[in-house]
């Protein structure tokens, strides 16, 4: 079942005893949480019928108590507990889980994992629960869903503008759906997101960033990557080391990807860069002018250079210096 069909039955009024939100993902679990701790009990209500445990500090026969009363002038109480996972004993709640209140409902936050399907508890789940497994959003996935939680916003967005969120913020749904949150509250009633935008409000160079450091090395375009190089050294913010390498590094083994399964046209590599016609013309330039070993050795280079800026085979060397020594490898080879 999906975050929008769990929300829309509890907007209908059917309720499950229980509801078991896990997995590596914690935004579509928040959201879940969230609507659940402000919209299923009556304001006027809470005080009574609103009960919220911590995975660190509950205590599993507390919880199994106030599961198991009774609401107080009202149809149900409602029990979450959040971040399950840090709870001890959790596997004691089986009894409860096994034969829950029907009046109770009670909805659990498990972040970070999947709970042992092998269990016995896990099995009780299974038959009693309403279970959602938010799974991670891998850097193939990303500007796909980018754009589809823009346009959940009822806004549009340019290429261009996708590549800069995902090569800047990563795969951190939470920030990305803040950013955009802030975005909608400055454009003025706009609802197409442009470069400028990012670069006004959330303060991502338009120019200067790792999307386009990338497409220089892809270039082999020397002076401009130094350039960009040049302005993080300056904007120390704009481009940490240990965030930029990162980013490179996704869009060189996605071309890495492309060249094992031969697809060297630009059709061809729509699926491994979500369809963003940017991320395509860098990939076909890296594919263009590196080829397979090239793209393995700037692989290569990264993982070294990477390691270094935390302090292996290298001795104090500032993070500017390093990616202007990197650059220089990766370009001139």
């Known amino acids: 079942m999906s975050v929008e069909k769990i929300i829309q039955s509890w907007q209908k009024g059917s309720f499950k005893p229980i509801y078991w939100f896990e997995g590596e993902e914690d ?12 919209n299923l009990v ?8 609103l009960t919220i445990f911590y995975g660190k500090d509950a205590d599993w026969a507390a919880l199994t108590n106030t599961c198991r009363r009774y609401p107080m002038f009202a149809d149900r109480q409602v029990v979450l507990l959040k971040e399950a996972q840090h709870m001890k ?24 994992k999947k709970y042992d399907r092998r269990t016995k508890f896990f099995k009780h789940l299974q038959s009693r629960a309403e279970l959602f497994e938010s799974p991670k959003i ?39 759906a803040n950013e955009v949150e802030k975005l909608t509250i400055n454009m003025g009633g706009r609802k197409q997101i442009t470069e400028e935008d990012i670069e006004r409000y959330i303060g991502i160079s338009k120019e ?11 270039r082999k375009d020397l002076s401009k990557a130094l350039r960009i190089v040049q302005y993080f050294e300056h904007n120390p913010k704009a481009g940490p080391i240990q965030a930029v390498l990162p980013a490179i590094y996704s869009q060189l083994s996605r071309v890495y990807t492309a060249f094992e399964v031969s697809a060297n046209t630009p059709m061809k ?3 491994h860069f979500s369809n963003n016609p940017s991320a395509i013309e860098t990939g076909s330039y890296y594919m263009k002018n590196y080829g397979p070993e090239g793209v393995n050795k700037c692989l290569l280079l990264l993982h070294e250079y990477n390691l270094k800026s935390i ?19 990766m370009v001139l080879g």
């Open 138 to 176: 891998y850097d193939d996935r990303l500007g796909g869903w980018i754009k589809n939680y823009v346009q959940s916003q009822g806004l549009s967005i340019s290429e261009k503008s996708v590549s800069l969120l995902e090569e800047h913020i990563g795969n951190n749904l939470s920030r990305i």
């Open 269 to 271: 590599l729509r699926a």
């Open 89 to 112: 004993d959790i596997d004691k709640l089986e009894p409860y889980i096994e034969n829950p209140l029907p009046t109770t409902v009670l909805v659990v936050s498990y972040k970070g």
């Open 311 to 329: 302090g292996i085979n290298s001795y104090g060397t500032e993070g500017s210096s390093l990616m202007k020594e990197l650059m220089v490898k």
């Open 42 to 49: 009556p304001e006027s209500e809470a005080a009574f019928n």
């Open 27 to 38: 935004f579509y679990i928040d959201q879940l949480m969230e609507y659940a701790e402000k």
């Open 208 to 218: 200067y960033n790792a999307f386009e450091l990338s497409g220089a090395i892809a």
